[in-house]
């Protein structure tokens, strides 16, 4: 074989999901490794590391939006595009998913509003799953779903035409669907290497909530030991929601025996 026989940078497949990323340390984890075993080509972008989003999704099949630490609020050049991404896709009919800051994010650029919640989210907590046929398709037939947080604002107000999928106490708003598109406030690609990273950078104001709101911010080792607990349930419960999103791309045939488009 010559160099003239490999393919060239114009004859490789072109990737059907793109991710984008907010900060360095909210990483696809567990989105990535499910892309990866179904196969799927994707790109990411991390605005952090200084790469800059396309302008148009308009070549890809789908969109994700990672969380990270920034408001969504926050006047960020790299935010307002996400923003611009998310009403393009949503124009287009390419359905987008969003994760934590990706899920307010979706929010916003939708027409909902996103502000400071009056106590934060941390750690593996249970939320409230709806009944109706648009919560058990994302989210399943369970009432319940204990899942992981790291958040102080959320979506407080829906964008029109939404609806409201899942609750907590402490967060009334924890995932929307609109469309062909979900919007969480947790973090269902999280994974126990994941969480780790977080615990040993937690910032300053980790140690402040969880001494002033123990009900709904677990401490490191509390964390741990749920992690343990839960991270199986977790993951089944992502490959719900990604096999879900995955059925809506435009194109896709699911299996005779999945989930409907």
Known sequence: MTAADLPSPDDAPAAEVLVLQHTREDTPAYLGEWLDRQGVRWDLRCAEAGEPYPASVARYRALAVLGGEWSANDERASLRQAEALIREADALGIPVIGHCLGGQLMARALGGRVQTLPQPEIGWLPVQVGRSEAARRWLGDGPTATVYQWHSDSFVQLPPQAELI?????????????????????????????????????????????????????????????????????????????SAWRARWPGHRAPSQGLPP
């Open 166 to 242: 899942a609750a907590s106490p402490a967060c009334p708003h924890q995932a929307f669907a609109i469309g062909p598109h979900l919007a969480m406030q947790f973090h269902i690609e999280i994974t126990p290497a994941k969480i780790d990273a977080w615990l040993g950078h937690p910032g300053t104001v980790y140690p402040q909530a969880m001494a002033r709101h123990p009900d709904s911010v677990q401490d490191p080792d509390t964390m741990r030991a749920a992690t343990r607990q839960h991270q199986a349930g977790s993951e089944a419960l992502a490959d719900h929601i990604y």
